[in-house]
């Protein structure tokens, strides 16, 4: 039966504050803590809710319906209170607007349009890990995970060579303002006057290169698609997202590093590279949240959460809950990572995801026939932002092979 008092929620509270610094810089502990109070946990701090185990995180995703996109991936509810810009057509929205706007990403990003950037991805990489093994002693982020990206993927959006620091910037702007107006938003916001006219101009269609990611989009228009408003912001998604893979490689660098064993098992069976990505975003998670809103009363069992409540799904945790991994904690390549959060799931999955493992792969390939050992150099130091896991520099030794 059910109980007398149907909104009598018996959720569990807790007073974490998940975007303090000691909390970004060592976040596991506290993942845990929250997991274990329960499948969903009210954070008093915020007044939101948090699903921090794998298994609601994960259901939830897949769940739309009731764990809608249309109130924005951040925070804040859009449609109570204004943005810092207008919403993703993308990641922002739930069908049948997504579906629509999902089609043309997917076509723009699809395996065939991969495959016709491999070989420029592919020599990129390389000329970059002749140029480092030579120096030996580099530092990862700023020579590798940033160095990389920035000489493969601003092109295949279709950009041009000027102004590329200021998709960094962005990008640190997005994905702090996915978080609480903090001072981490108030410092990335700082350099909003000037960064984000140039990311709106560079998402015009004669701004874009041909045969490119970006005029792939825009050709959708022609085509009757998508109108000539809703390009440039599909766009503006790739220049949002797309520089996580900055994370990625200098986490996945840091992986390699700290598990020499892993580093060798790589250079014995290079084919594992492919799949040492998911083990890397696994472990440790680019992108660590981001929100959905109730669009019916949940019921999670005994954790009543009313419509129209925000709920931080916790990715970072998810992939770190032992109720779904074995040894969580423990980064193993040879482990079967599949079914990891850390580009979401369900029909937002990360439309750009072959993106990031062409980037992945090629950087990773290029080094580990280069690379005997990669040996820490001086203390990383982690570039805290409210949602991104990453480094700032990660000072390291690359020994030849
Ligand atoms: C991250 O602008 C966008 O479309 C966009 C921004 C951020 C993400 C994805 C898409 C939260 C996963």
Known sequence: MREAYPMLSTAAVSLIDLFA??????????????RDAGPAVWLERYGIWVCARYAEVHGSLRDWETFSSAAGTG??????????RPPSLIAEVDPPMHTRHRAVMNRALSAKAMGGMREAFRASAEALADELTARGRIDAVKDIAEAYPLSVFPKAVGLGSDGLDHLRAYGDMVFNAIGPRNARVEASMAQ??????????????????????????WDSVDSGEITA?????????LLSAGLTTIAAI????????????????????????????????????PVQMF???TARAVDFGRVLMPEGAKVLMLAGSANRDPRKWEDPHRFDIRRSSAGHVAFGAGI???VGQMLARLELEMILTALVSRVRHIEIASEPKRRLNNTLRQFDSLPVELKPA
């Open 348 to 350: 937002h999955l990360c």
């Open 291 to 293: 929100f959905r809103t």
């Open 229 to 237: 408003d809703v390009a440039p912001l599909l766009v503006r998604s």
């Open 250 to 285: 200098g986490n996945a660098i840091y992986a390699f590093a700290t598990h020499p064993d892993s580093w060798q098992a790589l250079r014995a069976d290079p084919s594992l590279v492919r799949t040492t990505f998911d083990e890397v975003l696994r472990w440790e998670s």
């Open 192 to 217: 909003a006057a000037k960064v984000v006219p140039w990311i709106t101009a560079q998402c015009a269609r004669d701004a874009l290169s041909e045969g490119s990611i970006g005029a792939a989009i």
């Open 75 to 84: 925070i804040d509810d859009l449609r109570l209170s204004d943005s810092w």
């Open 21 to 34: 610094d000691d909390v970004l810089n060592s976040p596991y502990a506290c993942f845990a803590e929250l």
